[in-house]
């Protein structure tokens, strides 16, 4: 993969900043306009379905594809060493499950097994293996961080984030797919949801904001030198 110039590393680390947080502020804001949503009980995927189903598909699609651009900058600047291929191939394989959960729409929630169809299969497969490797690629990271003092900084955060996301993913699972947990938590499956999918973000946001402020502070130093 061709190295990118600072310049470039700076843009893609935008798009991982715009890119988190207008996923999450689109989701946001579209469930509190639409009066029969609830952010409480409802999954951020839900928001696909109906006639203004086009703004969270458009969501997924245009937030896998500035992660994607993100994954660039990170791989110039973690060319070696610890996460830099590993971490790199999980921010990547998110990227690809986000992008494509857009088009692949759900099945409305509580639609059995028997009468699902192959684009709502697809989008839970996909899901599902983004939520298991997004508190994994946090923990990846930490590694990386705990070792290389431009990045240690991030250390504490990508903990924290991390095991909140990983705490949520527990939490969505056990009440999810486990009928006993499900009668008694499915007025929470929303909130609980994005208890994991909103630390990840934050943490993704963090991460992209540092790379973009290691690049400019790389920039102004190689400038100082010639």
């Known amino acids: 993969m061709r190295k990118l ?5 700076q843009l893609t680390a935008l798009a991982g900043m715009i890119g988190a947080f207008l996923f999450v502020a689109t989701f946001t804001l579209e469930g509190w306009l639409r009066p029969d949503y609830s952010a409480l009980s409802m999954y951020v995927s839900a928001l696909s379905l109906g006639p203004r189903g086009w703004v969270q598909i458009s969501n ?3 937030f896998g594809l500035l992660m994607l651009a993100f994954t660039r900058g990170v791989a110039t600047e973690f060319p070696t060493g610890k996460a830099s291929k590993g971490g790199l191939t999980l921010l990547t394989i998110i ?3 986000y992008l494509f959960s857009g088009p692949f ?3 409305p929630t509580g639609t059995t097994l028997a009468q699902s169809t192959v684009h709502g299969t697809i989008h839970g497969i996909l899901g599902a293996i983004a939520f298991i490797l997004m508190p994994i690629s946090c923990f990846v990271y930490l590694r990386r961080f705990a070792i290389d003092k431009n990045w240690r900084p991030l250390w504490g955060w ?9 705490a949520g993913l527990v939490a969505l699972t056990l009440t999810s797919k486990f009928p006993q947990f499900q009668s008694s938590f499915a007025a929470w499956f929303g909130l609980i949801q994005r208890a ?4 990840f973000m934050l943490w ?8 973009y402020r290691c690049s400019r502070t790389s920039e102004k ?3 100082k030198t010639v």
């Open 5 to 9: 110039s600072k310049k470039q590393v």
């Open 60 to 62: 997924f699609i245009l």
């Open 95 to 97: 990227a690809l499950c």
């Open 105 to 107: 729409v759900m099945d």
């Open 158 to 166: 990508t903990l924290a984030l991390g095991a909140i996301s990983a």
């Open 196 to 199: 994991l999918i909103v630390p």
């Open 204 to 211: 993704l946001f963090v991460f992209a904001l540092h790379l």
């Open 221 to 223: 130093e190689m400038g």
